[in-house]
């Protein structure tokens, strides 16, 4: 079979599943079997591939229509133009994700120190540092087996950077220490109700535990905008990735703990996805 032939009834399989994406899913479970890459597509689709492959990418396939998020059969995601592994373990990264990751870089300077909590893949913190001249890291997660996804991320990504970082397993704030420039968090924020409404690849294979923002969906705000005063210098910033329609309510609580300059930013679809503050105190 061609490496076109292969692709056309990988397509003509997923689009019968009823996968949203199925061309484009298709063509990168094709690269991920073959190591191709988009180019291969237009310029060797005519070149055979070896019986193995065919075999293999069948089974991907198969895999993929059976609703498991074609990056839990890849074993990985781009965000901000970084790679990082991921597993069933962690949120797998979102691109709306990356305007909380461009928010906190604007105000980014050499030397600051990040704390990233709920840190699932490690997605936030490392392209921050990613980015960053000299800043010093800090993720936090409850869960150990997302710890080490974002461990292996750290090693890959950082490898030939003399930065600091560090990863600590806890609930919110409760393993860290000191004072941070910028605190930023993608907590869990899908109210518990919603959760059976989602599609089944985020439902069925996603971990319930980064997803779940209780009766709600905001107990991880309201705790956050408590306990985070203590972590952050005056002049600090909070950075917030939320849902939808949550901004007001989030813009809220901010203000009443001593957050001033309170922002909601749209992602580029237009919806609240972000909100921003600069600690100053109850006093102020
Ligand atoms: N911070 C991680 C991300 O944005 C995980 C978020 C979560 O588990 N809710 O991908």
């Not at 950075?239 to 001033?260: H, N, P, R, S």
């Amino acid at each position: 079979m061609t490496y076109r032939e292969c692709y056309v009834q990988g397509q003509e399989l997923l689009t019968c599943a009823g996968i949203e994406e199925a061309a484009l899913d298709a063509r990168l479970l094709l690269e991920h079997v073959c190591g191709t890459n988009r180019n291969d597509l237009l310029v060797h689709g005519d070149r055979e591939v070896t019986p193995k492959q065919q075999e293999t990418y069948q089974e991907l396939v198969q895999k993929r229509a059976g609703r498991i998020p074609l990056q839990h059969i890849t074993g990985v995601q781009e965000f901000m133009g970084l790679e990082f592994a991921v597993s069933d373990k962690v949120l797998i990264p979102r691109q709306d994700t990356e305007i909380l990751v461009e928010e906190v870089l604007r105000e980014l300077q050499s030397g600051m120190r990040v704390l990233d909590v709920c840190t699932g893949s490690g997605c936030i913190l490392l392209s921050i540092l990613h980015y960053s001249n000299d800043c010093t890291g800090v993720g936090v997660d409850i869960s150990p087996e997302a710890l080490a996804v974002a461990g292996r991320n750290a090693e890959t990504l950082l490898r030939e950077r003399e930065l600091e970082y560090t990863f600590l397993e806890g609930d919110l704030f409760a393993p860290v220490e000191g004072k941070f420039d910028i605190i930023v968090s993608n907590p869990p924020y899908i109210a518990t109700a919603v959760i059976e409404t989602l599609e089944p690849e985020v439902r069925d294979h996603e971990p319930m535990l980064a997803l779940d923002g209780k009766e709600d969906g905001l107990f991880f705000y309201r705790r956050l905008a408590a306990e985070c005063g203590a972590y952050l210098n005056r002049g600090g910033r909070l950075y917030l990735e939320i849902g939808y329609d949550q901004g007001q309510a989030v813009k809220e609580m901010l203000t009443a703990a001593g957050f001033a300059e309170v922002q909601v930013v749209q992602d580029y679809a237009g919806l609240d996805r972000v909100v921003h503050g600069i600690y100053f105190g109850m006093n102020n």
